[in-house]
Nanobody, 115 residues
């Protein structure tokens, strides 16, 4: 698994961004794909994840604003972020978890929301 994320940037509060992540190797079947984020001085936290069966999970702070979508065949995952707030500013990391328990991380993409 080799994850490549894109789509971060600078946006004003209330705006939208879409993050994308793809497994460039597409060799193995991925169980869970999702996004974590880490703001300066804070721990990395789960934002959203999607299982291969379609189950999704969101952090309470993003429910109703963010939507995760996934293409199992292409090993891609996207995060549509609407109504962004300054507190959403962070480095967002794509991750993938296999049935074997192995986890993989993308390089991180910076999201900055200005007030």
């Amino acid at each position: 698994v080799q994850l490549q994320a894109s789509g971060g940037g600078l946006v004003q509060a209330g705006g939208s961004l879409r993050l994308s992540c793809a497994d460039s190797r597409r060799i193995v079947r991925i169980n869970v794909m999702g996004w974590y984020r880490q703001a300066p001085g804070k721990q990395r936290e789960l934002v959203a994840q999607s299982s291969s069966g379609g189950n999704t999970r969101y952090a309470d702070s993003v429910k109703g604003r963010f939507t995760i979508s996934r293409d199992n065949a292409k090993n891609t995952v996207a995060l549509q972020m609407n109504s962004l707030k300054p507190e959403d500013s962070a480095v967002y990391y794509c991750y993938a978890s296999l049935n074997t328990g192995s986890n993989f991380w993308g390089q991180g993409t910076l999201v900055t929301v200005s007030s």
